[in-house]
């Protein structure tokens, strides 16, 4: 058969199209069908590159005895959390406060009105390790349906108080410079020095905190700070968790040493950590950060771009229905493809071992050192790819998330900068004219789009904040003040409907579909939250167009993620990063002259390397209009010139890269 699914945008819900489920996508029909034939919703939320999302559908959705019991006793709804992150967050928060853990598959049983009274995350197809089976839950929240109405309606009720009893935000102290200290300091206790990143297994990149730390480097010079960053940066990128030979890094890793991740492979990880390594090869002038950097650019246009310019959201984890078979190698595959002295080379290189570190025998590929001959190690990684293209691929979801797209702009903008490949600013300005002609409808953003065709889910904060963001990051790389014009646009439509009243911001936007609970969470997961996400939009608006209104908004949001800076600094990375910048105003550079003149390209090189990250810089020729930090600008003696302000006050003007070096250190 094939079910309501079979129109849907989401390739994960396509991936249930032919399941014996009759599935629905969310939505009041739905809700209407459960309400006419008293029966419960059954909601299961995942992703398409979710492993055990896999496990649970063939073990279940796959079945034809456990789908005729679904069909009989539920109304199913079938969601793709990507595509609605509102829908995916309340029921989400639901399921921690029920359970004491989340993640996915999600699985939720509802009321007629949306209110979970039952919520649980994988559920096997046989009673394991302790656990019933899905089958024995089935059966036995339809009987309570049936024989203990009250018992629902009490549980379900007490959930939705839960869920929209607001929490106090407010009352956050600004977070100056004795706060960052602190943060770092707070860092330092939950650091790994041995293996770098945060906590134990999983261990997931924690980008967002070290763009944090990077810039409380670049203020302060702090040591800790370098640590942290310089270990975790190197673990990584040495790890099994990053793709040693096609370059891109996998979701997580399941280990404490990044030895065997998660396998697949998430756009909004590789957009920030593209930024991450970019802006530590230019503070350090590593050749390997700059290395890293060069892979995941490349990995983005390689793997994830499609047709229409803009960057699919991931490759699955899964290939020939086992995860990581793609990528993993034992010694005798590697001799088969390279020979036997240079599979023994690989072999040392690469830490393939006979025992293996995965499964079969099998290995990830780690690099710890250099290879000690870069010409064999071309020739070797060239024939392994060869080799490997010849495998099973993963899947990818090629649907276009707007917020990760934002992600992706942001990231090959900074990478077109710190390696001087204009190729990579060409690629962002391709995918920010994609999410132009096909995200925007009426001045508002849409979240997801497939094959060039836009889904129907209103954006959410994050899709505003990370959007903007990259096209503020455009107009600052290329001068054309059209990007500058469609960032403001998005953040006046964000001040106008996402606002919460007490300086933050609510998920979900003023007139967007109502849910149990208007989903409101300013801690960073993954990539950044919404609220952390828009702080970075209007400081950088702020700082191209000395609008007070949007200083004043973004100075609100900081003192709302005081109080989580200061308890989770690990989940207030970005807002803190944020923070760094606000110290300074943020600086704010202009550079003025012809993109022709070596002299321009020179200062403005020296800019992009010397500036704090987080801080706006912007050229343009003499003259030039709509970018406000460019007006009234000019040559000096005839020179391009380098304008640097900080805190509303300009230097004067310089002309040389020494002048301008020195200009920057002066805080």
Same mark, same amino acid.
């Given at each position: 058969?094939?079910?309501?699914?079979?129109?849907?945008?989401?390739?994960?819900?396509?991936?249930?199209? +032919?399941?014996?489920?009759?599935?629905?996508?969310?939505?009041?029909?739905?809700?209407?069908?459960?309400?006419?034939?008293?029966?419960?919703?059954?909601?299961?939320?995942?992703?398409?590159?979710?492993?055990?999302?896999?496990?649970?559908?063939?073990?279940?959705?796959?079945?034809?005895?456990?789908?005729?019991?679904?069909?009989?006793?539920?109304?199913?709804?079938?969601?793709?959390?990507?595509?609605?992150?509102?829908?995916?967050?309340?029921?989400?928060?639901?399921?921690?406060?029920?359970?004491?853990?989340?993640?996915?598959?999600?699985?939720?049983?509802?009321?007629?009105?949306?209110?979970?009274?039952?919520?649980?995350?994988?559920?096997?197809?046989?009673?394991?390790?302790?656990?019933?089976?899905?089958?024995?839950?089935?059966?036995?929240?339809?009987?309570?349906?049936?024989?203990?109405?009250?018992?629902?309606?009490?549980?379900?009720?007490? #959930?939705?108080?839960?869920?929209?009893?607001?929490?106090?935000?407010?009352?956050?102290?600004?977070?100056?410079?004795?706060?960052?200290?602190?943060?770092?300091?707070?860092?330092?206790? +939950?650091?790994?020095?041995?293996?770098?990143?945060?906590?134990?297994?999983?261990?997931?990149?924690?980008?967002?905190?070290? /763009?944090?730390?990077?810039?409380?480097?670049?203020?302060?010079?702090?040591?800790?700070?370098?640590?942290?960053?310089?270990?975790?940066?190197?673990?990584?990128?040495?790890?099994?968790?990053?793709?040693?030979?096609?370059?891109?890094?996998?979701?997580?890793?399941?280990?404490?040493?990044?030895?065997?991740?998660?396998?697949?492979?998430?756009?909004? !990880?590789?957009?920030?950590?593209?930024?991450?390594?970019?802006?530590?090869?230019? #503070?350090?002038?590593?050749?390997?950060?700059?290395?890293?950097?060069?892979?995941?650019?490349?990995?983005?246009?390689? /793997?994830?771009?499609?047709?229409?310019?803009?960057?699919?959201?991931?490759?699955?984890?899964?290939? /020939?229905?086992?995860?990581?078979?793609?990528?993993?190698?034992?010694?005798?595959?590697?001799?088969?493809?390279?020979?036997?002295?240079?599979?023994?080379?690989?072999?040392?290189?690469?830490?393939?071992?006979? *025992?293996?570190?995965?499964?079969?025998?099998?290995?990830?590929?780690?690099?710890?050192?250099?290879?000690?001959?870069?010409?064999?190690?071309?020739?070797?990684?060239?024939?392994?790819?060869?080799?490997?293209?010849?495998?099973?691929?993963?899947?990818?979801?090629?649907?276009?998330?707007?917020?990760?797209?934002?992600?992706?702009?942001?990231?090959?903008?900074?990478?077109?900068?710190?390696?001087?490949?204009?190729?990579?600013?060409?690629?962002?300005?391709?995918?920010?004219?994609?999410?132009?002609?096909?995200?925007?409808?009426?001045?508002?953003?849409?979240?997801?789009?497939?094959?060039?065709?836009?889904?129907?889910? *209103?954006?959410?904060?994050?899709?505003?904040?990370?959007?903007?963001?990259?096209?503020?990051?455009?107009?600052?790389?290329?001068?054309?003040?059209?990007?500058?014009?469609?960032?403001?646009?998005?953040?006046?439509?964000?001040?106008?409907?996402?606002?919460?009243?007490?300086?933050?911001?609510?998920?979900?936007? +003023?007139?967007?579909?109502?849910?149990?609970?208007?989903?409101?969470?300013?801690?960073?997961?993954?990539?950044?939250?919404?609220?952390?996400?828009?702080?970075?939009?209007?400081?950088?608006?702020?700082?191209?167009?000395?609008?007070?209104?949007?200083?004043?908004?973004?100075?609100?949001?900081?003192?709302?993620?005081?109080?989580?800076?200061?308890?989770?600094?690990?989940?207030?990375?970005?807002?803190?990063?944020?923070?760094?910048?606000?110290?300074?105003?943020?600086?704010?550079?202009?550079?003025?002259?012809?993109?022709? !003149?070596?002299?321009?390209?020179?200062?403005?090189?020296?800019?992009?390397?010397?500036?704090?990250?987080?801080?706006?810089?912007?050229?343009?020729?003499?003259?030039?209009?709509?970018?406000?930090?460019?007006?009234?600008?000019?040559?000096?003696?005839?020179?391009?010139?380098?304008?640097?302000?900080?805190?509303?006050?300009?230097?004067?003007?310089?002309?040389?890269?020494?002048?301008?070096?020195?200009?920057?250190?002066?805080?």
């Amino acid at each position: 058969m094939v079910n309501r699914l079979d129109a849907a945008t989401s390739p994960y819900l396509l991936q249930h199209a +032919d399941n014996p489920v009759d599935w629905w996508e969310w939505g009041d029909d739905a809700f209407t069908e459960a309400r006419r034939r008293n029966v419960p919703v059954l909601l299961s939320v995942g992703y398409a590159a979710c492993h055990w999302c896999h496990v649970m559908a063939h073990e279940s959705f796959e079945d034809e005895t456990t789908a005729q019991f679904m069909n009989e006793h539920y109304v199913s709804i079938k969601v793709d959390r990507e595509e609605r992150p509102d829908v995916d967050a309340v029921y989400m928060q639901a399921t921690v406060a029920m359970t004491g853990q989340g993640g996915w598959p999600m699985t939720c049983v509802l009321d007629h009105d949306g209110a979970p009274f039952f919520a649980g995350t994988y559920f096997p197809d046989q009673p394991r390790h302790g656990q019933p089976s899905f089958r024995q839950l089935l059966e036995a929240i339809s009987t309570a349906w049936t024989d203990s109405p009250q018992d629902v309606i009490a549980t379900s009720r007490q #959930i939705r108080e839960h869920l929209t009893k607001q929490v106090a935000l407010t009352g956050g102290e600004p977070i100056d410079a004795a706060a960052l200290d602190v943060a770092v300091t707070r860092l330092g206790a +939950d650091f790994d020095p041995l293996n770098g990143g945060f906590g134990s297994a999983p261990k997931f990149p924690p980008s967002m905190v070290l /763009e944090f730390l990077i810039r409380h480097v670049q203020r302060t010079g702090s040591a800790p700070a370098r640590q942290m960053v310089e270990k975790t940066l190197n673990a990584m990128a040495r790890g099994g968790i990053y793709d040693q030979l096609a370059g891109g890094f996998a979701r997580y890793s399941v280990d404490q040493r990044w030895v065997v991740p998660h396998f697949e492979k998430m756009l909004y !990880d590789n957009g920030q950590l593209l930024s991450v390594y970019a802006h530590w090869a230019a #503070i350090t002038e590593s050749p390997y950060a700059a290395g890293i950097a060069r892979g995941v650019a490349d990995f983005l246009l390689a /793997e994830l771009g499609t047709a229409e310019g803009a960057f699919a959201s991931a490759l699955d984890a899964d290939s /020939e229905g086992e995860e990581g078979t793609f990528y993993v190698w034992s010694p005798g595959q590697l001799s088969d493809v390279l020979g036997v002295e240079d599979g023994a080379w690989a072999s040392a290189l690469l830490g393939v071992t006979v *025992a293996g570190t995965f499964e079969g025998g099998t290995s990830t590929l780690q690099m710890s050192q250099d290879p000690d001959d870069l010409t064999r190690w071309e020739s070797v990684r060239s024939r392994l790819l060869e080799a490997r293209a010849q495998r099973v691929r993963p899947a990818r979801d090629d649907k276009i998330v707007a917020a990760w797209n934002g992600l992706a702009i942001t990231g090959l903008v900074d990478a077109a900068d710190v390696l001087d490949e204009p190729r990579y600013l060409q690629a962002a300005l391709k995918c920010a004219r994609f999410l132009v002609d096909t995200h925007f409808v009426d001045g508002r953003l849409l979240r997801v789009s497939r094959d060039g065709v836009a889904g129907s889910h *209103a954006g959410v904060l994050e899709d505003y904040g990370l959007v903007a963001t990259a096209f503020l990051a455009l107009a600052c790389a290329t001068g054309d003040d059209e990007w500058l014009t469609r960032a403001g646009s998005l953040l006046d439509a964000t001040l106008g409907h996402f606002g919460a009243g007490d300086g933050g911001f609510h998920d979900t936007a +003023d007139d967007a579909e109502t849910l149990v609970a208007r989903p409101r969470d300013p801690s960073d997961n993954a990539s950044p939250a919404g609220h952390s996400a828009l702080i970075h939009a209007l400081l950088g608006y702020a700082a191209l167009t000395g609008s007070g209104r949007h200083r004043d908004a973004a100075e609100s949001a900081l003192r709302i993620s005081g109080k989580l800076a200061e308890a989770s600094p690990r989940f207030a990375g970005w807002s803190l990063a944020a923070a760094e910048a606000a110290l300074d105003g943020p600086v704010e550079v202009a550079v003025i002259g012809s993109p022709d !003149d070596p002299s321009t390209a020179d200062l403005l090189r020296a800019a992009r390397r010397h500036a704090p990250y987080g801080a706006v810089i912007v050229v343009g020729e003499p003259g030039g209009t709509g970018i406000p930090l460019l007006e009234g600008r000019g040559l000096v003696d005839g020179q391009p010139a380098a304008y640097v302000c900080r805190n509303l006050v300009c230097a004067r003007p310089v002309t040389t890269v020494d002048h301008l070096l020195t200009a920057l250190a002066t805080g």
